[in-house]
Nanobody
């Protein structure tokens, strides 16, 4: 079993940057594909970015391409989301998720077995 704990959220002005971290428990972190999702008030949870077990491949939602970067450090059991040029529409609770198998569809919530509790990101205009 994997427990995920996000951190790094907060309040930032539009155009600013923020880095989220997701620390995982357990010794098998490197076996999991990891992803970030977000959920804004009144909206469904949506895929933001995903990364394969080794970090060799990454995937992004069109809305964040060129602004967000997902990475991982398997030695530290941590996945990161570097967010640059933030916009007010990026305001949401951000969740990290883990999948033991490479997701058939990275955007599908049900493909992930484990979820963190979320961290709030608020971007002011």
């Amino acid at each position: 079993q994997v427990q995920l704990v996000e951190s790094g959220g907060g309040l930032v002005q539009a155009g600013g940057s923020l880095r989220l971290s997701c620390a995982a428990s357990g010794r098998t972190f490197s076996r999991y594909a990891m992803a970030w999702f977000r959920q804004a008030p009144g909206k469904e949870r949506e895929f933001v970015a995903g990364i394969t077990t080794s970090g060799a491949r990454t995937y992004y939602a069109d809305s964040v391409k060129g602004r967000f970067t997902i990475s991982r450090d398997n030695a530290k059991n941590t996945v990161y989301l570097q967010k640059n040029n933030l916009k007010p529409e990026d305001t949401a609770v951000y969740y990290c998720a883990a999948s033991l198998a490479i997701p058939a569809n990275w955007e599908r919530i049900n493909d992930y077995e484990y979820w963190g509790q979320g961290t709030q990101v608020t971007v002011s205009s």
